[in-house]
T-cell receptor, first 114, second 112 residues
Framework: KNQVEQSPQSLIILEGKNCTLQ??????????LRWYKQDTGRGPVSLTI?????NTKSNGRYTATLDADTKQSSLHITASQLSDSASYIC?????????????FGRGTQLTVWP | EADIYQTPRYLVIGTGKKITLECSQT?????MYWYQQDPGMELHLIHY???????EKGDLSSESTVSRIRTEHFPLTLESARPSHTSQYLC???????????FGEGSRLTVL
């Protein structure tokens, strides 16, 4: 069964600290993996998208890694800010149709305290 | 900045009412989706469209219907709302060639 599991479910860190969020998936065949940030009451916004051949991709203070062999991805946030408080969603696409079927994780709820 | 818009952002209605959630995009994208999202849960696909006059049901059984008469618009309609329809509804769009998936800001529906 194709699944996307994220951990931890929630995380609280102090402003300025780093953190790493995990995403494990069983989706096959794999096409790409995306990380989204979703502020409370808003729609998800794309942070990164990685294909099979990409190991790491950065977007400012966000760095995503992908290990397609172990089917694991991580999102590292450096020097966290209060505005980083949000839900971070991992989305994996298979190679089915033109775009591929999308599989969503439940997200990690990150809270950054001052 | 994605050009995809959802209205209304918030809606509180009584049971049995008919409602339509609007989704519009100005990017000329072919594929559009409707997702349902409850707190702490993953997004569930309820409808999608590959283009004009093309609509399909998603994974989550839904009593809603959609239409795609124009590329820009993908409205979702509930003929008779029930409290179980209370949720956040997210519209998304992407080009047929794949790539980035853009989401609207969502419509938060509460049925009393």
């Amino acid at each position: 069964k194709n699944q996307v599991e994220q951990s931890p479910q929630s995380l609280i860190i102090l402003e300025g600290k780093n953190c790493t969020l995990q995403c494990n998936y069983t989706v096959s065949p794999f096409s790409n993996l995306r990380w989204y940030k979703q502020d409370t009451g808003r729609g998800p916004v794309s942070l990164t998208i990685m294909t099979f051949s990409e190991n790491t991709k950065s977007n400012g203070r966000y760095t995503a890694t992908l290990d397609a062999d172990t089917k694991q991805s991580s999102l590292h946030i450096t020097a966290s800010q209060l505005s980083d408080s949000a839900s971070y969603i991992c989305v994996v696409s298979d190679r089915g149709s033109t775009l591929g079927r999308l599989y969503f994780g439940r997200g990690t709820q990150l809270t950054v305290w001052p | 900045e994605a050009d995809i818009y959802q209205t209304p952002r918030y809606l509180v209605i009584g049971t049995g009412k008919k409602i339509t959630l609007e989704c519009s995009q100005t990017m000329g994208h072919d594929k559009m989706y409707w997702y349902q999202q409850d707190p702490g849960m993953e997004l569930h696909l309820i409808h999608y469209s590959y283009g004009v006059n093309s609509t399909e049901k998603g994974d989550l059984s839904s009593e809603s219907t959609v239409s795609r008469i124009r590329t820009e618009h993908f409205p979702l309609t509930l003929e008779s709302a029930r409290p179980s329809h209370t949720s956040q509804y997210l519209c998304a769009t992407v080009n047929l060639g794949g790539g980035e998936l853009f989401f609207g800001e969502g419509s938060r529906l509460t049925v009393l």
